[in-house]
């Protein structure tokens, strides 16, 4: 009889997820926005600025740990460390035009803005995808599990609680049932106001049912 298959610790699906998520809801909500009414625009800017911060954290991490796991090895020529520096590039484009909208709104600016958000998204869908196959492929053979728990120890400790709050927000309704509840248990042992925040956090942006399974895993009553 086979042993059941056990999955190899994985560095990028959950929080990818997490981030297409993230950045889907965003375009969808720029391209509805009212840029010359200045509280939806100022309501954008919000889910904006938590968004970016994150993804500025996620960059940072990769580039500072995940990365690394390849270092000295042959492997490390397919890392798309350039990808993150045109990456950056328009994403600090984007920055400093959201900027200039929320100082006076400009529909014709707003919906340029727009569709260089959609484009940036579609050039990190693939960014996401490459690092998904190729590069987490790459660290599998050469790193083990334990490795890459302790790998994924070091970024968390240096995660912002702030994009920690918006990566939890868009990682629970994200990723599939299994999984969600599987991370949750993990965090079972954490301290009470960590749980308690994850699970005000899974009320909020999951159905009933589905935070009462998060409140339980949680090991909260």
Request: proline share 5%; aromatic share 6%.
């Given at each position: 009889?086979?042993?059941?298959h056990?999955?190899?610790?994985?560095?990028?699906?959950?929080i990818?997820k997490?981030?297409?998520a993230?950045?889907?809801?965003?375009t969808a909500?720029?391209?509805?926005?009212?840029?010359?009414?200045p509280?939806e625009?100022?309501?954008l800017?919000t889910?904006?600025?938590?968004m970016?911060e994150l993804?500025h954290?996620?960059?940072e991490?990769?580039d500072k740990?995940?990365?690394?796991l390849?270092?000295?090895?042959?492997?490390a020529l397919?890392?798309?460390e350039?990808?993150?520096r045109?990456?950056?590039?328009?994403l600090?484009?984007l920055?400093?035009?959201f900027?200039v909208?929320?100082?006076?709104?400009?529909?014709?600016?707003?919906?340029?803005?727009y569709?260089?958000?959609a484009?940036y998204?579609g050039t990190?869908l693939h960014?996401?995808h490459e690092?998904e196959?190729?590069v987490m492929?790459?660290i599998?053979?050469v790193?083990?599990?334990e490795?890459?728990?302790?790998c994924?120890e070091?970024?968390?400790a240096?995660?912002?609680?702030?994009?920690t709050?918006t990566?939890?927000?868009?990682?629970l309704?994200?990723?599939?049932?299994?999984?969600?509840?599987?991370?949750?248990a993990?965090l079972?042992?954490?301290p009470?106001?960590?749980?308690?925040?994850v699970?005000?956090t899974?009320?909020?942006?999951?159905?009933?049912a589905?935070?009462?399974?998060?409140?339980?895993?949680?090991g909260?009553?």
């Amino acid at each position: 009889m086979n042993a059941p298959h056990t999955p190899r610790v994985d560095l990028f699906t959950g929080i990818h997820k997490a981030l297409r998520a993230g950045l889907f809801d965003l375009t969808a909500r720029a391209g509805a926005t009212d840029w010359s009414d200045p509280a939806e625009v100022a309501e954008l800017g919000t889910r904006w600025d938590a968004m970016a911060e994150l993804l500025h954290s996620h960059t940072e991490h990769e580039d500072k740990y995940i990365f690394r796991l390849l270092d000295g090895h042959e492997a490390a020529l397919t890392l798309p460390e350039d990808d993150h520096r045109d990456l950056d590039d328009l994403l600090h484009d984007l920055e400093e035009r959201f900027a200039v909208l929320r100082a006076g709104g400009d529909p014709d600016a707003g919906l340029a803005w727009y569709r260089d958000l959609a484009r940036y998204v579609g050039t990190t869908l693939h960014h996401l995808h490459e690092e998904e196959t190729t590069v987490m492929a790459a660290i599998w053979r050469v790193r083990s599990d334990e490795e890459l728990s302790a790998c994924r120890e070091q970024f968390l400790a240096a995660t912002p609680a702030p994009v920690t709050r918006t990566s939890i927000r868009w990682l629970l309704p994200a990723i599939e049932r299994p999984a969600r509840l599987g991370w949750l248990a993990g965090l079972a042992g954490a301290p009470a106001p960590v749980r308690e925040m994850v699970a005000d956090t899974a009320r909020q942006v999951l159905a009933p049912a589905d935070a009462a399974q998060a409140r339980a895993a949680l090991g909260l009553a």
